[in-house]
C-alpha cells in the first residue's frame, strides 16, 4: 500500500504533494511505441515531478504515484495476458494446455521475487532517509518492467 501525503507539518514549516503528471510516461511510451526500450520510459514521469521537490517526502510521493499507475497497467496486463493464454490453452490437447496456469505461478512468484529484491535495496540504505525513495524507485521500476512484460505476452507486442 502507499503512504498518501496531503499535508506534512514539521517544525512549523508546511509541505504541500509535488504536482505528479503521467504524461511524460505517457508520451515517452508512444515515441518508443513497440520496437522501442519502452523500459526506459519507467520513471520519466517521476522523475519531472521530482525536479519540483526533490525532498525525502516528495521523491517518495512522485515515485510511489508513478508505481501506482504501472500498478494498474500491470494488473491491465497480466488480465489480458490470462485472456490470451486461455485461448491458447484451449486448442492444445492434455497436458500441453498449461499456458494459463504457467503465467498465474509465474505472476505469483515475481511478486514474491520484486518484494524480495525492493526489500534488499532499501536495505541498503541502512535505516537512512534514503530507505523509503528507495524502496518506492524499486517498486516503481520492477512493476513497469513486468507491465510491460505481461503486456507484450497479452497482445503480441
Not at 519531472?48 to 499507475?69: I, N, P, R
Not at 490453452?89 to 518484494?115: C, H, K, S, T, Y
Amino acid at each position: 500500500m502507499k503512504p498518501r501525503y496531503a499535508l506534512l507539518l514539521t517544525a512549523g514549516a508546511a509541505w504541500a504533494e509535488p504536482a505528479f503528471d503521467i504524461q511524460p510516461t505517457l508520451d515517452c511510451l508512444e515515441a518508443a511505441g513497440h520496437e522501442g526500450d519502452r523500459e526506459a520510459c519507467v520513471g520519466v514521469a517521476a522523475g519531472v515531478c521530482m525536479e519540483a521537490d526533490y525532498s525525502t517526502a516528495g521523491m517518495s510521493f512522485c515515485l510511489y504515484e508513478e508505481q501506482a499507475w504501472w500498478d494498474a497497467e500491470l494488473n491491465a496486463a497480466y488480465k489480458e495476458a490470462r485472456a490470451a493464454a486461455k485461448v491458447a490453452d484451449a486448442e492444445l490437447p492434455e497436458p500441453l494446455n498449461v499456458q494459463e496456469a504457467g503465467l498465474r505461478d509465474m505472476q505469483r512468484a515475481w511478486i514474491a521475487f520484486r518484494d524480495a529484491r525492493c526489500a534488499w535495496e532499501a536495505a541498503q540504505w541502512q535505516g537512512g532517509t534514503g530507505q523509503g525513495p528507495a524502496f518506492a524507485g524499486c517498486l516503481m521500476q520492477e512493476t513497469g518492467r513486468q507491465a510491460i512484460t505481461l503486456r507484450i505476452m497479452g497482445l503480441g507486442q
